[in-house]
Nanobody, 127 residues
Framework: QSQLVESGGGLVQSGGSLRLSCAATGFSFNVYAVAWFRQVPGKEREMVSCIGSAGGLIEYVDSVKGRFTISRDNPKNTAYLQMNNLKPEDSAVYYC????????????????????WGQGTQVAVSS
């Protein structure tokens, strides 16, 4: 069964850090780009960061630049999102998604281009 499973969410104080993990099973992770999205109830899902299949082509939404770092470990079939200096406005459900490298030409924001989605992990940042 092909799937993505996120972990690492939780409750943290403003200024704190969390590292989210996205573990892939059932497909060739090393030829899939990965993105992290987040969603707050009542708002549209927002692309936070993305990374190419080989670890390049990294992008971040402006609001997290300098605070979040995306990475991946292909032998471990896992992608990560290191989140530092967290702010209350970072509170959301975070999802990882993966798409074939063949879709690299599409914007990371294009949600309908992703082949696999995780179930989400909650991040809550208290002020």
């Amino acid at each position: 069964q092909s799937q993505l499973v996120e972990s690492g969410g939780g409750l943290v104080q403003s200024g704190g850090s969390l590292r989210l993990s996205c573990a892939a099973t059932g497909f060739s992770f090393n030829v899939y780009a990965v993105a992290w999205f987040r969603q707050v109830p009542g708002k549209e899902r927002e692309m936070v960061s993305c990374i190419g299949s080989a670890g390049g082509l990294i992008e971040y939404v402006d609001s997290v630049k300098g605070r979040f770092t995306i990475s991946r470990d292909n032998p471990k079939n896992t992608a990560y999102l290191q989140m530092n200096n967290l702010k209350p406005e970072d509170s959301a459900v975070y999802y990882c998604a993966a798409r074939s490298w063949r879709k690299t030409a599409y914007s990371c924001n294009a949600e309908d281009t992703y082949d696999y989605w995780g179930q989400g992990t909650q991040v809550a940042v208290s002020s």
